[in-house]
């Protein structure tokens, strides 16, 4: 496995919005799915750059991390330790982290009925 890389979301879209298809083309599950897997799968540690975008949405956001974890792809101190976000807002930042984390509960809370 390479060590690192660096995934420009810019080069992606300016702007990343939406969920899935249902809300355009690039949206967070085609970036998830297409995108970070497979540097996931390559790389051991994946940046994730959204310095040049013109901003991003919750939902984009919770279906690229959250939908992470959802999927059973990667557990949740895993993508916290493999995946780091560059972002200029750490409020964002910390979003993310509670996407995960909230994905990582649910997941757990379900598998315990």
């Known amino acids: 496995m390479k060590t690192e890389t660096t995934l420009d979301v810019s080069e992606y879209t300016d ?3 939406g969920r ?3 809300d355009g083309p690039k949206n967070g ?3 998830r799915d297409n ?4 540097a996931l799968d390559e790389y051991s ?3 994730i750059d959204f310095t040049k975008t013109l901003g991003t949405t919750p939902s984009f956001l919770e279906e690229l991390f959250g939908g992470l974890i959802r999927s059973g792809y990667i557990d949740t101190s895993n993508l916290l330790n493999r ?3 560059i972002y ?3 409020s964002v930042k910390n979003n993310i982290k509670k996407y995960i ?3 990582g509960d649910h997941l757990e809370k379900n598998r315990k009925k």
């Open 29 to 31: 599950a085609d970036y």
């Open 20 to 22: 899935n298809h249902l």
């Open 88 to 90: 200029k807002y750490e």
């Open 83 to 85: 995946v780091h976000v």
């Open 45 to 47: 540690t994946v940046k």
């Open 15 to 17: 702007l990343p919005i």
């Open 101 to 103: 984390i909230e994905a």
């Open 35 to 38: 995108h970070v897997i497979p």
